[in-house]
């Protein structure tokens, strides 16, 4: 059983920026693909960045290339978002997310993965 915690959210002004972090224990985080989807209210959930285990290989959604960097530290057991410029359409609860999967249509088309975080709130003002 994997437990993912997040922390770094918070309240920021627009073209600000935010480093959020996920600290995993209970299992072997080399070995998970490491993801970071976000909700905002009235919306479905949506795929932010991953970064899988074996190649260290990076998927980002279209909106926030350029402005986010996902990258993980495996001896600390951790993943983090970078999110510069942020926009105030970034908006959302941020979920970390671990998975075992490769594959990319399980961790950025279906997000099927196994164990989630409770997640952390993410506010952009104009």
């Known amino acids: 059983q994997v437990q993912l915690v997040e922390s770094g959210g918070g309240l920021v002004q627009a073209g600000g920026s935010l480093r959020l972090s996920c600290a995993a224990s209970g299992g072997t985080f080399s070995r998970y693909t490491m993801g970071w989807i976000r909700q905002a209210p009235g919306k479905e959930r949506e795929f932010v960045a991953c970064?899988?285990?074996?190649?260290?290989?990076?998927y980002y959604l279209d909106s926030v290339k350029g402005r986010f960097t996902i990258s993980r530290d495996n001896a600390k057991n951790t993943v983090y978002l970078q999110m510069n410029s942020l926009k105030p359409e970034d908006t959302a609860v941020y979920y970390c997310?671990?998975?075992?999967?490769?594959?990319?249509?399980?961790?950025?088309?279906?997000?099927?993965?196994?164990?989630w975080g409770q997640g952390t709130q993410v506010t952009v003002s104009s």
């Open positions: 997310a671990a998975d075992r999967s490769l594959s990319y249509n399980d961790v950025v088309v279906s997000l099927s993965y196994d164990y």
């Open positions: 970064i899988t285990w074996r190649m260290g290989s990076t």
